[in-house]
């Protein structure tokens, strides 16, 4: 008889042991067990799973790397998904919207404001030459990113022409590249306006974040109704409502025109680092709290659904 878990998370370097010990402390709670597929035993627990010797209800997906189908927790991702269990988030939903050139027309298509870009194949940059139109709409210096690429792999902040689609092919191989106009947020009371909002089954928070520093903070109530950030939630649910993910960050600015502009679309698997580790760099400690007794909270409803 196979062993039964409630929730499995993968884990590698996304998340500390804040996140995972709130993680372990809301299954106690919920009565759900829960295992941690760390490095040290993805691979028998990927064998044990082909075998029919374990299964888990849901997955939450906190480390794969979608741009690589040989890795193992892709794999496992795909496994689980073939086996019935119910993955947060799926790879039929994930991959699409992590895929920022696919996912960038369907944004416009839905009125979302999103940076003027131009989708360029990996095929074509050799011989690729930015129209005049195109150079106006990019101004100068405007950035490149990967398609598939996170964490800053292969973005080029300082890009001036074609040539520069060289330097994000060299750290990040792709099948896409995205230049994008570089926009220069507003300040609020001297704090840039540029924000990370979190999407977690339903709910969603929304920080302060500074993309030079990776300063988190939370904003709080007083500021959303003094600066009249409301549309930052708008935003982020009408994201959701396109993508169908459960579980994202996005990251958002506002102009000193007052538009808001979603700079990077959807990120799954969200860096949930605490700042209890780091202070100075990662997200607070009542967020992180917060999202854990949600996912936990999420994952519970999609085991009744299933009864």
Not at 82 to 96: G, N
Not at 141 to 147: G, L, R
Not at 206 to 214: A, E, R
Not at 280 to 290: H, K
Request: charged share 25%.
């Amino acid at each position: 008889m196979a062993r039964i878990y409630d929730l499995v998370m993968t884990h590698k370097l996304d998340a500390d042991d804040f996140f995972i010990h709130r993680v372990q402390q809301h299954c106690a709670e919920a009565g759900l067990n829960f295992f941690l597929i760390e490095p040290l035993w993805v691979e028998a627990f990927l064998e044990r799973f082909q075998r029919g010797k374990i299964w888990a209800r849901v997955l939450l997906n906190m480390h794969s790397e979608h741009h690589q189908p040989e890795d193992i927790y892709h794999r496992l991702v795909c496994l689980a998904t073939a086996r019935d269990t119910q993955v947060i988030d799926p790879p039929e939903v994930a991959l699409p919207v992590f895929d920022k050139a696919r996912l960038h027309s369907q944004l416009v298509a839905a009125g979302v404001t999103v940076p003027e870009t131009v989708v360029v194949p990996r095929a074509e940059i050799s011989t690729f030459q930015l129209s005049e139109p195109q150079r106006a709409a990019l101004g100068s210096p405007f950035v490149i990113k990967p398609a598939m690429g996170y964490g800053r792999r292969g973005v080029v902040l300082d890009a001036t022409g074609e040539t520069d689609l060289a330097r994000s092919v060299a750290s990040w191989p792709d099948t896409h590249y995205l230049p994008q106009r570089r926009f220069t947020p507003r300040l609020l009371h001297d704090e840039a306006a540029y924000f990370r909002a979190y999407f977690v089954f339903g709910s969603v928070w929304c920080c302060w974040w500074n993309c030079f520093t990776d300063r988190y903070r939370l904003l709080t109530a007083k500021e959303r109704e003094q600066f009249s950030l409301a549309p930052l939630e708008e935003i982020t649910r009408q994201i959701t409502s396109l993508t169908g993910m459960k579980f994202f960050s996005s990251e958002i600015t506002q102009l000193e025109s007052g538009e808001f502009v979603v700079i990077d679309y959807v990120n799954d698997q969200c860096h949930l680092l605490s700042q209890s580790s780091n202070p100075q760099m990662e997200v607070p400690d009542e967020l992180v709290a917060a999202i854990a007794r949600r996912l936990v909270g999420g994952a519970r409803e999609l085991i009744a659904a299933r009864k």
